[in-house]
């Protein structure tokens, strides 16, 4: 009883344990998950930043000054004509613009940019998506043909939080589709087609893992985005290098920096665009869009690539994580299990870290959740756990206690006898015969009595103990049932019960016929015992091949299931028994069920309160 109750518990531990990764996989990825996944990110992002380098990449700003310079915005494309020229001289490798050119401007302006444009080999012109996302802005032909390729300078945010951690590099709207501004700028200088393949895209003899179906959900791409990379954002003890026309202007020396680099010319000026994202390292500052562009670039041309980790690996770790906070709980004293629970959460947190320096990102919540919740619900499990077993012994205790205190008064009853005319014989000396005898008589009774008890307690420690010797001859059934009926019946008749006996066949059974006899009379004085007066008492016998049921059946005051299940227990004895005044221990029947099970067989019970209860012993005959 106790093994399966422990089993049930285990596998309680275990649903638990399974809820709490499963509840920690399905929070990890709702809202709230992907925005603590944003800020874990962020963290990783901070702390493991890849070691300087020279960029690729160079900013050609339109800031402060140079708008100033050049009265606003509205002589932004002369500043960009002028900034062009500057530069051209340098022979940068590609220049790619991020300034809308999908209108035409004054007459005199466009056409100085147009001049600066024919003169830019490998001009890489900008498209937006139009508000409604149905189409593009498209640069006006007047500048497209200058133009080898034209790519999209629309951010994807994240959705939950608005910051920008990736890049889609594919984007369509209508029937058109453009590839991001960063990515055509590194197909420009590397050559060759764009090949598209289900898992990647290759440049050259370059690959980019951007599969198909890679649009991270935390970064809020929308239908018409399909490979996304990450941008791994320069560390921040580099500034991306950065000239504003402004400063061309003054000192045009400094066109050399943009020699054989990228240029990403577009508008920095901090009160005159929109145009400025929030990214991993941003702490509330933002970055111009131009410089996010620049960014990409510096990722695509180191092949600094961050790719997610198989949800497969997530759903094991979280598993795994579950199992190691969790389990020692069932197996261990609580301290090493609380030290396990711990080094679990650890594992928690150092996964995602060790994951990120590998260039994985490796989603944080679902492990933790799954890690601290395991850990949560395990220690409270081994609580209740503990809390019951303790209950469980004290009421074990108290039940010996009281059974005790019958037994030793049981014992005081044939004692006081023995006592009391042991010292009468002595005293008198000249007792009548008869009476003498009678005395002997008594003592020799009561001392039975009193051996008997005795006995019995013995069995129940001995057999339990699994040292009983069992007898193995062979006995006649209806022989022992016969004797048991005989002995019964005396104390039934003070009730006006009657016991009825069915017929018996006549078989034989193999082992212990005093035991035997113990565990059938036990049955017939309970039945007795826990019945109303003037009530009937059945004992029957069916056979089946070489097994026999021997029942008990009585019209007494019954047990619940619950009480059913606990009658086998040691020194147990139900409220309703106790209540009807009848002595007891609550220890016979956990010697019959010893001594069934003994030879081999089994008892089973079926009771109604209030009708009556039937006990069945299935036993093997012997052949
Ligand atoms: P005892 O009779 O000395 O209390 P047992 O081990 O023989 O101890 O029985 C344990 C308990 O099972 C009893 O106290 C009683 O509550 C319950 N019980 C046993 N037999 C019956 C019965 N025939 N009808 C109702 N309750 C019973």
């Not at 020692?328 to 060790?354: D, E, F, G, K, R």
Request: hydrophobic share 40%; proline share 4%.
């Amino acid at each position: 009883m106790r093994w399966l109750t422990a089993t049930k518990s285990r596998i309680a531990l275990g649903i638990l344990l399974s809820a709490s990764a499963g509840l920690g996989l399905f929070l990890g990825f709702t809202a709230f998950g992907r925005q603590i996944n944003g800020y874990a990110y962020d963290f990783l992002f901070r702390l493991d930043q890849p070691k300087p380098w020279t960029p690729d990449a160079i900013v050609l700003a339109l800031d402060e000054k140079t708008l100033t310079e050049y009265g606003g915005l509205r002589g932004m494309r002369v500043a960009l004509a002028d900034g062009l020229e500057y530069i051209a001289g340098a022979h940068p490798k590609a220049v790619a613009i991020d300034l809308i050119l999908a209108d035409e401007g004054e007459e005199r302006s466009d056409a100085r940019l147009e001049t600066a444009f024919s003169k830019t080999p490998n001009l890489i012109l900008p498209a937006d998506l139009l508000p409604d996302r149905s189409g593009w802005e498209e640069p006006i032909q007047r500048f497209r043909k200058y133009a080898v390729q034209v790519g999209h300078v629309h951010a994807d945010l994240d959705k939950y939080d608005s910051v920008s951690r990736a890049l889609p590099l594919m984007k369509a709207a209508g029937k058109v589709r453009h590839w991001a501004l960063a990515f055509e700028a590194f197909h420009v200088v590397h050559g060759g087609e764009i090949e598209e393949s289900e898992s990647d895209l290759r440049v050259g003899n370059f690959t980019v893992p951007a599969g198909i179906r890679d649009c991270f959900e935390a970064s809020g791409c929308g239908a018409e985005s399909w490979r996304t990379v990450r941008i791994r954002y320069i560390p921040q003890s580099m500034t991306m290098p950065q000239i504003s026309v402004a400063e061309l202007k003054h000192n045009p020396a400094l066109a050399s920096r943009f020699a054989g680099k990228v240029v990403f010319a577009g508008v920095t000026a901090q009160t005159a665009v929109r145009d400025r994202w929030m990214t991993p390292y941003s702490n509330g500052e933002s970055l111009p869009g131009i410089e996010i562009h620049a960014n990409a670039y510096e990722t695509l041309s180191r092949g600094s690539f961050l790719t997610d980790v198989p949800l497969t690996a997530v759903l094991v770790t979280c598993l795994l994580l579950a199992a190691m906070a969790g389990l020692p709980y069932a197996w261990t004293a609580i301290w090493p299990a609380n030290a396990m629970a711990l080094l679990s959460v650890l594992a928690s947190q150092a996964i995602p870290a060790i994951a990120f320096h590998y260039s994985i990102v490796w989603e944080y919540l679902p492990g933790t959740l799954t890690a601290v919740l395991a850990a949560v619900s395990a220690a409270a499990w081994r609580h209740i756990i503990d809390r019951r077993r303790l209950q469980n012994t004290e009421q074990e205790r108290s039940r010996y206690q009281r059974a005790m205190q019958f037994v030793t008064h049981e014992m005081r009853t044939p004692l006081t006898a023995i006592q009391g005319s042991s010292e009468l014989i002595s005293r008198y000396a000249t007792m009548p015969e008869a009476k003498r005898k009678q005395m002997a008589e008594l003592i020799n009774s009561e001392s039975k009595r009193l051996a008997k008890m005795i006995e019995t307690f013995l069995s129940v420690e001995r057999l339990s103990a699994g040292q009983m010797e069992m007898k193995r001859e062979r006995f006649s059934l209806p022989g022992v049932v016969e004797r048991c009926v005989q002995r019964a019946t005396p104390v039934a008749e003070r009730k006006q019960i009657r016991i009825m006996q069915e017929e018996i066949p006549q078989v034989d059974l193999l082992g212990d016929v005093e035991l035997m006899e113990y565990a059938i009379y036990n049955l017939l004085t309970n039945a007795v015992k826990y019945s109303p007066r003037e009530t009937e008492v059945t004992v029957s016998c069916r056979q089946d091949r070489d097994r026999l049921q021997l029942s008990v059946r009585d019209q007494g005051i019954g047990m619940t299931k619950k009480e059913v299940s606990r009658i086998f227990e040691k020194f147990y004895r139900t409220k309703k028994a106790e209540e009807t005044g009848e002595l007891g221990t609550g220890i016979g029947l956990s010697i019959v069920e010893q001594i069934v099970t003994q030879h081999g067989g089994s008892i089973h019970v079926e009771s109604e309160p209030g009708r009556g209860s039937e006990f069945t012993l299935e036993l093997k005959r012997a052949l």
